[in-house]
């Protein structure tokens, strides 16, 4: 599974970016997406996650500014991001994580696609 991660730039306080995942590889069935963001010298922390089924989580600091949405025809996810702050600021990573069949306990693998730097100046 590859992840390729596109979408982000510059953008003034207040604007909107559309972050896209497009995704090569078969994807198993019970995966989860994501995105996670990461600034140099803090750990990666979730912004969203959407699970197979449909159910959406985010990080607290979203608070109904973001969006993520699964384009199953064209294999991509989304991040709709609007009224950015410059704590917005930061590489954003896409993600799937996906349970290993028949594996218990369960075990997971992860892939990540090679980020995409999101600047939002004020």
């Known amino acids: 599974v590859q992840l390729q991660a596109s979408g982000g730039g510059l953008v003034q306080a207040g604007g909107s970016l559309r972050l896209s995942c497009v995704l090569n590889g078969p994807i198993p069935r019970w995966s989860t997406m994501g995105w996670y963001r990461q600034t140099t010298g803090t750990q990666r922390e979730l912004v969203a996650t959407l699970a197979s089924g449909g159910t959406t989580n985010y990080g607290g600091f979203v608070r109904g500014r973001f969006t993520i949405s699964r384009d199953y025809a064209n294999n991509t996810v989304y991040l709709q991001m609007n009224s950015l702050k410059p704590e917005d600021t930061a590489v954003y990573f896409c993600?799937?994580?996906?349970?290993?069949?028949?594996?218990?306990?369960?075990?997971?693998?992860?892939?990540w696609g090679q980020g995409t730097l999101v600047t939002v100046s004020s």
């Open positions: 993600n799937v994580n996906s349970r290993i069949p028949f594996s218990l306990p369960a075990r997971y693998n992860d892939y």
